[in-house]
Nanobody
Framework: QVQLVESGGGLVQPGGSLRLSCAAS????????MAWYRQAPGKQRELVAT???????NYGDSVKGRFTISRDNGKGTVYLQMNSLKPEDTAVYYC??????????????WGQGTQVSVSS
């Protein structure tokens, strides 16, 4: 059984910073691409950032230059450093990962989500 568990969300003032973490656990053989998505009330879930197993990154246009995704392959953990936060960054942030529990087969997994609220 594979689980993704997020942490680090909370309430922050505009211009502030937060760091999200997501740890994968269970019978894991290999982790492929990891990503962060977010969903604001009344809006569709959108891609925030992705990072491949070798560290190549990609960002949504709205967070470029402010957010940084990174990962620790030894710990099976992905991070999202969020700087210069804006009220429009308020959303539930979800971790996503392609994980193989045996050689040659990857499945896609989601975390339960963590709330980020940006408000004065």
């Amino acid at each position: 059984q594979v689980q993704l568990v997020e942490s680090g969300g909370g309430l922050v003032q505009p211009g502030g910073s937060l760091r999200l973490s997501c740890a994968a656990s269970g019978s894991i053989f290999r982790i492929g691409t990891m990503a962060w998505y977010r969903q604001a009330p009344g809006k569709q879930r959108e891609l925030v950032a992705t990072i491949t197993s070798v560290g190549s990154t990609n960002y949504g246009d709205s967070v470029k230059g402010r957010f940084t995704i990174s990962r620790d392959n030894g710990k099976g953990t992905v991070y999202l450093q969020m700087n210069s936060l804006k009220p429009e960054d308020t959303a539930v942030y979800y971790c996503n990962a392609d994980i193989s529990t045996k050689l040659g087969k990857y499945d896609n997994y989601w975390g339960q989500g963590t709330q980020v609220s940006v408000s004065s």
